[in-house]
């Protein structure tokens, strides 16, 4: 069996709302910072708890606005605290951008492309990135390996990976301002 709670009436509401309801909004947009939407949704809670509690018309207040803006700040801070304890939400542009980890559609095809890049090098400057990027030795291990000096290991690295930036414009790292006058 349900039991009934009081309310307050609908005449003191409309006169409440009436009375404090524009100093009351104007109130929460300052603490919403300006977000309309999020103080008229203040408000209204604001006024719901009002009604809520009937009693509080009783209190020794001249004036219900100091306990309307005291429950409406309180109302405020928890909302706000709220938000702030939610991860941040993204648009659907953000994820419509985002690759799936799952596809390797986009690693594939950076594959194929890197595997065509390498393949259009001089045999001499491949020779020397597959030593150092694909089997991970140092300049002086591929030099061994290559039968020549760790100088001409790094004259060909460079080279060879400026001559892949030609060919992978799309797969370049961007260059910065403080590194573009060099």
Not at 91 to 99: I, K, R, S
Not at 145 to 161: D, E, F, M, N
Request: with cysteine.
């Amino acid at each position: 069996m349900a039991t009934a709670t009081a309310t307050t009436d609908d005449r003191a509401m409309a006169e409440l709302q009436r009375e404090h309801g524009p100093a009351l909004l104007s109130f929460l947009l300052g603490l919403t910072y300006g977000d309309q939407q999020r103080a008229e949704d203040l408000l209204q809670e604001t006024l719901v708890r009002a009604w809520q509690h009937p009693e509080a018309f009783d209190g020794p207040y001249e004036s219900m606005r100091p306990w309307l803006f005291t429950v409406g700040r309180r109302l405020a801070i928890d909302a706000r605290r709220s938000r702030m304890a939610r991860p941040t939400e993204i648009g659907d542009g953000v994820l419509a951008t985002t690759p799936d980890p799952a596809d390797v559609t986009e690693s594939a095809v950076a594959s194929l492309d890197v595997r065509a890049a390498v393949g259009s090098l001089s045999p001499e400057h491949r020779a020397v990135l597959v030593q150092i990027y694909f089997h991970g030795l140092s300049v002086n291990e591929a030099a061994q390996a290559l039968g020549i000096p760790a100088g001409t290991v790094k004259s060909r690295s460079y080279y060879g990976l400026r001559a892949l930036a030609r060919c992978l414009p799309g797969y370049s790292r961007p260059t910065s301002s403080a590194t573009a006058g060099r």
